[in-house]
């Protein structure tokens, strides 16, 4: 291999989106005040934010030798030699640049350069490559490398920072604003495995949840971050914030728009900011964190959204203004309410008492009736930090009647950038809008209750179990004309196991059995394109995860249900121990299309990479498989990272040797194919 390359092995690529915020500030005439480039460079000095030469403490202390070796070498310094600082020296190897693209100029305006102008030194230059889209090659950061969970090896997190101008105070942002970071996010979408954008935490909320909605179709992650003590200080949580929100991004595949802050990964359509002094300021009631880091990362999958669409990843890029939030107060006159809903109001969320409750006074309802009538789409939700509301109440009946939407359990910022969301559709009907703020589009607000499930008993985790092994022997045997051989579970009367004494298995140790035969069970029913096992597989799994979780809660959890490896997405995404590879990568691998669209629609992330850091895609174009590569494809997948350095390869390989049909495999992946040698 290419030592030049190699280290694309181990890496995974992060875009962050830094729109300004306390988390860069620093300390001005009249208290904090955004400082251009100032975290960029305070970063790259930070060994443990930027290592390029991986000889800091931190790449060094994963044992005794390797500590006592490193402080050997650096004399004891607490940084690398080379500079005072800890940044490389003049003689350190250049670090790679990433491309990188906005719907606007890239750094100062001064730095932008016609196409075949050379660039300035100092920060980057950016050209226009088409209308409203520039790009400009960002000098990326490294991380130390660290240990890959749920694996035996390790990797680092190259990262570059793409900075706003001007730096913007949360309290400025506005829709333009969400719409540029979904747009910057679909423009960088196919270069970097993951996003984490660092925001002020006065508006971060809403970000979470307007990206939430504008991002259709998401299969990368995207953490949304900040602070409250700027990384200027000497002791502030934008250090663990940043780091935090990079190592999640950078290892693990949860496709949704999160909020991490204090140690707690939210998602991002479920939290609100709490406090504006604590440094745990967020938090999320109605639902349990999606991931918690303390000595492990703990990743609750079973709440992961899983992506089953095979649309491809798009940035929604509209929303509508006219929306607003009314909060009800004892005495509010029906004079302000018709007013709060003249046009050009088109939506307006209702915060009302309690468990959904309002003032009964005919002039109220009659005001409301009216706006509703007007097509105005009015959605209730609670005042309360923590709950619903619903139709126990009279009172709260009265505002259904009157053509009020009941919300759920949505936040206030949810609720409000979701009705925008849906209002800026043109294809949707006032009624539809109405039904769809009742339904759960990202995760966003809990179904309403149903009656729990009831729990296996251990007679039904054993008949299951049984099951599962039998799978094993079908798909174990190999062809033969010879009869079959049946096995069956020997039968005691009662009698007998009570003369024995003999010890029963809990439903626990049952379906944790289970749990751990399934992803064996799946993989090789993948290889043996069996359909049938794997529908069973998926079942399984399934039924495992809604009897753990009892059915829908309030808060909803299901950290009983059993976890599938430290993959998203439940069974369909259990890696191979040896390979790391997923059902799909071996599915792509063997051409096989019906297997490859039945895990697609079940859930399977279709960027996943193996041990070596391969994509299904890339497997299935390298073995020619045209209608596998185009279904992932479709799906949102494509040749990348890693990938493009065997893909380049492959292409020249083919050109040599004249393989059309190997060329139009990669052309159909998205790897550039001479003009004149593709198929036509």
Not at 243 to 254: D, E, S, V
Not at 459 to 479: G, I, R
Not at 484 to 500: G, H, R, W, Y
Request: include cysteine; glycine fraction near 8%; aromatic fraction near 6%.
């Amino acid at each position: 291999m290419d030592p030049s390359t190699s280290h694309i092995m181990d890496e995974s690529k992060v875009l962050v989106i830094y729109t300004g915020g306390t988390i860069g500030m620093l300390v001005g005439n009249q208290g904090y005040v955004p400082e251009p480039y100032f975290l960029t460079e305070t970063l790259r000095s930070q060994t443990r934010f930027h290592d390029p030469l991986q000889n800091s403490l931190f790449s060094n202390s994963g044992s005794v030798q390797g500590f006592r070796e490193w402080s050997t070498t650096n004399s004891g310094r607490s940084s690398p030699l080379g500079s005072p600082t800890g940044t490389p020296s003049a003689h350190s190897p250049p670090q790679p640049t990433l491309p990188v693209r906005s719907a606007r100029p890239i750094g100062h305006p001064s730095n932008l350069q016609l196409p075949n102008q050379k660039p300035s030194g100092g920060h980057p230059s950016c050209i226009q490559v088409s209308e409203n889209v520039f790009e400009a090659q960002v000098p990326s950061l490294v991380t130390p490398r660290s240990a890959v969970p749920g694996g035996t090896g390790s990797k680092s997190i190259r990262y570059a920072i793409l900075e706003w101008n001007p730096l913007l105070d949360s309290s400025n942002i506005e829709i333009e604003d969400w719409i540029r970071i979904a747009s910057e996010i679909e423009l960088n979408y196919a270069t970097f495995d993951a996003f984490v954008v660092l925001h002020g935490t006065d508006t971060m909320s809403y970000t979470s949840s307007a990206l939430s909605f504008l991002l259709e179709d998401l299969g990368k992650t995207v953490i949304i971050t900040g602070a409250q003590i700027p990384l200027s200080q000497l002791r502030n949580d934008a250090t663990d914030n940043l780091m935090g929100a990079l190592t999640i991004a950078g290892h693990y595949i949860i496709p949704e728009c999160c909020l991490y802050f204090n140690h707690t990964l939210f998602r991002g359509s479920r939290v609100s900011k709490m406090s504006s002094f604590d440094l745990r300021a967020f938090d999320s009631p109605n639902f349990a964190p999606l991931v918690n880091v303390g000595i492990d990362i703990v990743v609750n999958w079973n709440d992961v959204i899983r992506q089953t669409s095979l649309r491809r990843f798009r940035a929604y890029k509209h929303m509508s203004p006219h929306v607003a939030t009314l909060r009800l107060f004892p005495g509010i006159t029906a004079a302000t309410v018709k007013a709060f809903f003249m046009p050009p109001m088109r939506g307006v969320i209702l915060e009302t008492f309690g468990a959904g409750n309002a003032p009964q006074r005919k002039d109220l309802m009659q005001a409301l009736k009216e706006a509703c009538e007007r097509s105005v789409v009015v959605v209730a939700i609670s005042q309360c930090t923590k709950g619903s509301v619903s139709d126990a109440y009279e009172t709260g009946r009265t505002l259904l009647q009157v053509g009020v939407v009941p919300g759920a359990d949505m936040t206030p910022e949810c609720a409000l950038t979701k009705l925008s969301y849906l209002l800026s559709k043109p294809e949707l009907a006032t009624d539809e809008v109405r039904k769809l703020m009742g339904t759960p589009l990202r995760g966003e607000l809990t179904r309403p209750s149903v009656a729990t499930p009831s729990q296996r008993t251990i007679d039904q985790n054993l008949d299951k179990f049984q099951d599962v092994l039998s799978q094993f022997m079908k798909l174990s045997q190999t062809p033969s004309a010879l009869p079959k051989i049946t096995l069956s579970t020997p039968t005691l009367d009662e009698a007998t196991q009570k003369a024995a004494a003999s010890w029963s298995w809990t439903a626990a140790e049952a379906a944790s059995t289970e749990a751990i035969l399934l992803p064996f069970l799946i993989h090789l029913a993948v290889a043996r394109n069996d359909a049938e096992s794997i529908a069973f597989c998926l079942s399984s799994a399934s039924s495992a995860g809604n009897e753990a979780g009892g059915g829908d809660s309030l808060v909803a959890t299901s950290s009983d249900a059993p976890q599938y490896g430290n993959i998203g997405g439940g069974i369909v995404n259990a890696l191979e121990l040896g390979s790391g590879k997923s059902p799909l990568h071996v599915a792509a691998l063997n051409g096989y299309l019906d297997i490859v669209n039945l895990l697609l629609q079940s859930g399977a992330l279709v960027h996943l990479r193996d041990s070596l850091g391969h994509t299904s895609v890339y497997y299935a174009a390298r073995q020619g498989h045209h209608d596998v590569v185009e279904a992932l494809v479709q799906a949102g997948g494509r040749v990348g990272g890693s990938d493009e350095t065997f893909a380049y390869t492959a292409v020249q390989n083919a050109v040599c040797t004249h393989d059309r049909k190997a060329l139009h495999s990669w052309s159909i992946a998205g790897v550039k194919v001479p003009e004149h040698e593709r198929e036509k």
